[in-house]
């Protein structure tokens, strides 16, 4: 059957069911064919924490949004042009975010009397005329799926199993995206099961036929490719970027890279994926607890390696000790704090940036440390990166903030070259002799005794010694030490001479990261966005918006957060109005009011999901009409 072929520049999808249903395995693939398509792509898993919600309710749905263009794109998208939805459950979970005229794909096989009831359905909606305004496409995916594997040596339960590749095979043929990916995948993962691979296989090729036949579609979509600067993509999501941030660090400053973690959501992928590339020389370690693999990586970071540690929030709480000895004996460490929504276990699968204050003052005493975020999946990489340069060349823990939503959403990712990464290898060195310490200051007093916390003049860093090494023979430990000795001591004025050498190596980080860029294109706005961390990509689009619209408006995004940029105070009095969206309840915008006294327009949300670009557009529209 001859199809009409409407051509499109962006679309939104939504994959809705069951947890059992294989909703994410479903986007997932969608996602890859479309990467290798080459759109422009931005996608948001969102599923449950329980390992298996009752099937049928409310709490049980899990769905994949994937947002992909012709274009360059900032976000998954704020309300989906198509929801594909499995169950009663999915349907009644999701609908609320459809618009009118939208596509509404429905499994009419599961809107049973039970699956109804389940969900407080007393008439189908598939039967009370609810759904008119929608484009409505009813298809009994699970009968269709079993049909079409009647063949296969395998149980009716495996069978209804491979419905979401049914599903996928149809949205695949629906919007012209390359199949083969996906068949090789399917027989990659099902190798040792031969009769399930081939039951798959025959699922997807089944409803890619569906699509193409059934009158139930008269048109598919086309989105052609976005125009991407040259180079070699790959798709990826934010945990991957930053393990291969890391590893790519370990290479550059010429460290084997040591891994402490406890699993822990949504952290575990980037234990998961460094446990893969030993041949990196890369060792993980999954510690009994969360104190024992923050103490492990201290304990690595001592011995050479350029060590990390991965967790959320919940852990952060349980290593502030060891982070805290880290400030102390001024060793490098890599904290990665993969925000969740708190507090205790929250909402362990949702989004959330409510861990910056706990980054910066989670600690006691005056135990300052260099915390930094990343904007975006891809941008995890090069944040993994500037941790590990910051943490080698200043010799302290660095906390680095991603967020459930980076680490599992996904977008196409240039791999970089090698020749244009930082040279870590200059910013590290072990203290050579007896007589030098890192960067040429002497390292010995006058009897010629090795000097462990005599500091690099330029950055205030101690020298970094292996233990055993001869003539670097010294001690550290939690009690305070004495300058350049490091002998214990309890002498008052040491004491505050030590917490302000630490606040001062610091502080004095920012004369390396660079004035704070603005996107200020009109030069003459009188508001400014100031976001960070995972709000980038929504912030950005709604800009984007706001610009179309005729309005002008500047938006800046903060890296560094502590230090701040050197420029961030002029940067903020140089505008009428400052506007700071964050999902937590204000914390940079406190930060920045008691450190500039600058009266910050906070604006902020704790649901588990990131900004919707429309409605912060609106936001700024009416701080703009208000400056």
């Known amino acids: 059957m001859t199809k009409q072929v409407q051509k499109l520049d962006h679309v939104i999808i939504r994959f809705a069911g069951d947890s059992g249903d294989g909703m994410q395995l479903a986007g997932d693939r969608f996602t890859q064919e479309t990467a290798v398509f080459g759109n422009d792509l931005s996608t948001l898993p969102n599923f449950p924490a329980e390992i298996r919600a009752p099937a049928g309710t409310l709490p049980g749905v899990s769905s994949f949004q994937l947002h992909f263009a012709d274009h360059d794109i900032l976000t998954p998208g704020d309300a989906p042009d198509v929801l594909v939805a499995m169950n009663p459950a999915a349907l009644k979970a999701n609908l609320k975010d459809l618009p009118r005229g939208a596509d509404l794909i429905v499994n009419t096989d599961e809107f049973t009397k039970r699956n109804l009831a389940k969900v407080g359905y007393d008439i189908s909606p598939l039967e009370d005329g609810s759904l008119e305004r929608y484009n409505l496409h009813a298809v009994p995916i699970t009968s269709l799926t079993v049909k079409a594997l009647e063949d296969f040596d395998i149980t009716r339960k495996d069978a209804e199993r491979a419905k979401n590749m049914f599903a996928l095979g149809m949205l695949s043929w629906l919007y012209g995206r390359p199949a083969e990916s996906t068949r090789n995948f399917l027989q990659a993962k099902f190798a040792r099961k031969p009769e399930i691979m081939k039951a798959n296989l025959a699922a997807f090729g089944a409803g890619w ?11 598919r979509y086309e989105v052609r490719p976005a125009s991407l600067a040259p180079g070699t993509y790959r798709n990826i999501t934010g945990n991957t970027a930053l393990a291969y941030g890391l590893i790519a660090a370990s290479r550059l400053a010429g460290l084997p890279l040591f891994l402490g973690s406890y699993p822990i959501t949504p952290a575990s992928d980037v234990l998961h994926e460094l446990a893969k590339h030993k041949r990196f020389g890369v060792r993980t370690f999954q510690a009994e607890d969360e104190i024992a693999s923050v103490g492990a990586a201290l304990g690595a970071a001592f011995g050479g390696s350029l060590s990390v540690t991965t967790t959320s929030g919940p852990g952060m709480a349980l290593k502030a000790e060891t982070v805290g000895l880290a400030v102390s004996v001024e060793l490098p460490l890599i904290v990665c704090d993969i925000q969740r929504a708190g507090p205790s276990t929250g909402m362990p699968t949702k989004t959330e940036q409510a861990d910056l204050l706990m980054a910066l003052f989670g600690r006691n005493g005056e135990s300052p440390v260099p915390v930094i975020a990343a904007a975006s999946p891809s941008d995890c990489f090069h944040a993994a990166i500037e941790a590990a340069r910051i943490a080698v060349t200043y010799r302290t823990p660095v906390v680095l903030l991603s967020d459930g939503y980076l680490a599992n959403g996904s977008e196409p990712w240039r791999i970089p070259d090698i020749a244009s990464l930082p040279d870590l290898s200059s910013a590290f060195s072990f203290a050579p002799s007896l007589g030098e310490a890192a960067g040429g200051e002497a390292a010995a007093n006058g009897d010629g005794e090795f000097q462990p916390f005599r500091r690099d ?82 912030i950005g689009a709604a800009v984007r918006r706001v610009r179309n619209a005729g309005h002008s408006v500047a938006q800046a995004h903060l890296r560094h957060l502590n230090p701040f940029p050197s420029n961030l105070g002029e940067v903020l009095h140089r505008y009428d109005k400052v506007l700071v969206p964050e999902i937590n309840l204000g914390q940079l915008a406190l930060l920045l009011r008691g450190r500039f006294l600058v009266d910050v327009i906070s604006y902020n949300q704790v649901r588990g999901l990131p900004f919707r670009a429309a409605e912060l557009a609106e936001v700024i529209e009416d701080v703009i009409g208000h400056a």
Do not use: C
């Open 457 to 538: 003049p330029a950055t205030l860093a101690r020298p970094w010694a292996v233990p055993g090494t001869p003539g670097l023979e010294h001690r550290i430990g939690g009690i305070e030490k004495a300058d350049g000795s490091g002998t214990i001591s309890y002498d008052p004025d040491n004491h505050d001479r030590m917490v302000r050498l630490r606040q001062a190596k610091i502080d004095g980080i920012a004369a390396g990261i660079g004035p704070l860029e603005v996107d200020d294109p009109d030069g003459d706005a009188r508001v400014l966005v100031l976001g960070w961390g995972s709000t980038f990509g929504s």
């Open 209 to 219: 036929n569906f699509g193409e036949t059934t009158e139930a579609f008269s048109v």
